[in-house]
């Protein structure tokens, strides 16, 4: 991949969802969700549903990919790229993290002082278990990795919480690639993904909705275990 290509891809989203058709493999795969998935904006939706697409179709360059790897491979990246914004917080700190988000070089990068607060404070309120919720919403599924950093969250909780929401999203896309797999041909299948985007933000929504229902409902559920009362 030349220097002209990422130029490239950076201003031509088209541009480099067919380059990556036609060169996909399971490192591109990881190496585009580790930078999907750390400080730098990257769409996942450009990488896992063609991915799978051509996974489920036996065409081009991923023919010979199977659709579960390429979910777990891409899982695998977003974790990566999540552990980069996680020890960049810790070890740079908060001070020096807002300082970033709010200078030229954080502003070109599409970052800013509102977007690092919202995904502070969505992590104080929720806890731990944002890490995972986190990972389904738009424009907080890339920062939650931050202020669980600043946090100090526990590694080993961090690393679990994300690698699940992570899984739950790319299975999403998989799933989405699949289906397109069955209805589309190649030439249509960016067009679709295109229109089909909307969508995925409202499912991402829909299934953190559900998971956070589920974490207040075993929260103050009664307790079953009230027997002699007397």
Same mark, same amino acid.
């Given at each position: 991949? @030349?220097?002209? /290509?990422?130029?490239?891809?950076?201003?031509?989203?088209?541009?480099?969802?067919?380059?990556?058709?036609?060169?996909?493999?399971?490192?591109?795969?990881?190496?585009?969700?580790?930078?999907?998935?750390?400080?730098?904006? /990257?769409?996942?939706?450009?990488?896992?549903?063609?991915?799978?697409?051509?996974?489920? @179709?036996?065409?081009? #360059?991923?023919?010979?990919?199977?659709?579960?790897?390429?979910?777990?491979?891409?899982?695998?990246?977003?974790? =990566?790229?999540?552990?980069?914004?996680?020890?960049?917080?810790?070890?740079?700190?908060?001070?020096?993290?807002?300082?970033? =988000?709010?200078?030229? =070089?954080?502003?070109?990068?599409?970052?800013?002082?509102?977007? +690092?607060?919202?995904?502070?404070?969505?992590?104080?309120?929720h806890g731990a278990v944002s890490t995972f919720v986190g990972r389904l919403i738009p424009a907080i599924?890339?920062?939650?990795?931050?202020? &669980?950093?600043?946090?100090?969250?526990? +590694?080993?909780?961090?690393?679990?919480?994300?690698? %699940?929401?992570?899984?739950?999203?790319?299975? +999403? %896309?998989?799933?989405?690639?699949?289906?397109? &797999?069955? @209805?589309?041909?190649?030439?249509?299948? /960016?067009?679709?993904?295109?229109?089909?985007?909307?969508?995925? @933000?409202?499912?991402?929504?829909?299934? #953190?909705? +559900?998971?956070?229902?589920?974490?207040?409902?075993? &929260? /103050?559920?009664?307790?079953?275990?009230?027997?002699?009362?007397?």
């Amino acid at each position: 991949m @030349t220097i002209d /290509f990422i130029s490239l891809a950076i201003f031509d989203a088209s541009n480099f969802f067919q380059w990556f058709v036609e060169n996909a493999n399971y490192w591109f795969v990881f190496i585009f969700m580790v930078i999907e998935s750390s400080f730098i904006p /990257f769409p996942s939706e450009v990488i896992v549903p063609p991915a799978a697409y051509l996974a489920c @179709t036996n065409t081009g #360059a991923g023919s010979d990919m199977n659709i579960f790897v390429v979910v777990l491979v891409a899982t695998l990246g977003a974790l =990566v790229g999540a552990f980069i914004n996680y020890y960049l917080a810790l070890w740079i700190g908060r001070p020096v993290v807002y300082s970033f =988000v709010e200078s030229r =070089v954080g502003h070109a990068l599409m970052l800013n002082k509102a977007k +690092v607060e919202k995904a502070e404070a969505y992590f104080d309120k929720h806890g731990a278990v944002s890490t995972f919720v986190g990972r389904l919403i738009p424009a907080i599924r890339q920062l939650i990795s931050i202020p &669980a950093g600043i946090a100090r969250m526990n +590694v080993a909780q961090f690393a679990i919480f994300t690698f %699940l929401g992570a899984m739950v999203w790319n299975g +999403v %896309l998989g799933g989405l690639g699949y289906w397109l &797999a069955q @209805t589309v041909s190649p030439d249509q299948l /960016f067009e679709k993904v295109e229109e089909y985007n909307s969508y995925l @933000t409202w499912i991402g929504y829909g299934i #953190a909705l +559900v998971c956070v229902i589920f974490i207040l409902w075993n &929260a /103050f559920k009664p307790n079953k275990n009230k027997k002699e009362m007397a």
